[in-house]
C-alpha cells in the first residue's frame, strides 16, 4: 500500500508499505487532518484498491485541501437514513464562528458537533448519531442545523436502529 494516487510521478511520499503474509499491518501516524490518497500497487488497476484515509482532527472537523468559495453543506450528510451517524462537509467562504448543532422532530437541541471558529475553507465533519448523554439516539427524524456568518442551513437525517 502506498500514499498517493496512480498517477502520480512519485507515489509514496507518505508511506510505501508492503502488506503480505510476512507484513501484515502497518501503522502511520498523521500530521495534519484531512483526505489523503492511497492505493494498492498490485490490486489498483485490476481491482481498483484505492481510496481516501480520512484524518479527523480532535475538534470533530477536520479541514478538506481544497479551497473554495461555496457556503454551507457542500456535501449532504451520509449514509441518510443511517444506524450510526453521518459524515457531511461544509465551506465557508469567510473566516468565522461555525455552530452545527442536532434537534430532534420536536425542534430539541439534542447534540453539539461544532461550536467553533474556523478559517475561511472546506470542512469534514461527523455526527456519530449519539445524543448529549453519549447514547445513541432512538430512530427517528433529526435535523443538522449549521450556522455561519451571515448564513443558516438545515438538512434532515433518519436514523433507523
Known amino acids: 500500500m502506498t500514499s498517493g494516487r496512480t498517477s502520480d510521478p512519485q507515489p509514496g511520499e507518505l508511506f510505501d508499505q508492503p502488506i503480505n503474509s510476512a507484513a501484515t499491518s502497518f501503522t502511520f501516524e498523521f500530521q495534519n487532518a484531512g483526505l489523503v490518497p492511497y492505493f494498492c500497487r498490485p490490486h489498483a488497476a485490476s481491482f481498483n484498491m484505492r481510496g481516501f484515509v480520512l484524518v479527523q482532527s480532535t475538534s470533530g472537523v477536520t479541514p478538506l485541501p481544497q479551497g473554495t468559495a461555496a457556503l454551507g453543506f457542500t456535501r449532504a450528510p451520509r449514509p441518510n437514513p443511517t444506524r450510526n451517524g453521518v459524515d457531511f462537509q461544509f465551506a465557508l467562504n469567510v ?15 439534542i447534540a453539539t458537533v461544532a461550536d467553533e471558529d474556523l478559517p475561511a475553507g472546506s470542512f469534514a465533519a461527523r455526527w456519530d448519531g449519539t445524543g448529549a448523554s453519549g447514547h445513541g439516539v432512538d430512530s427517528g427524524v433529526y435535523w443538522l442545523r449549521m450556522t455561519l456568518p451571515g448564513y443558516a442551513q438545515s438538512r434532515k437525517v433518519v436514523i433507523s436502529r
Do not use: L, S
Request: proline share 0%.
Open 95 to 109: 473566516a468565522g464562528h461555525a455552530r452545527i448543532d442536532v434537534y430532534d422532530a420536536r425542534g430539541a437541541r
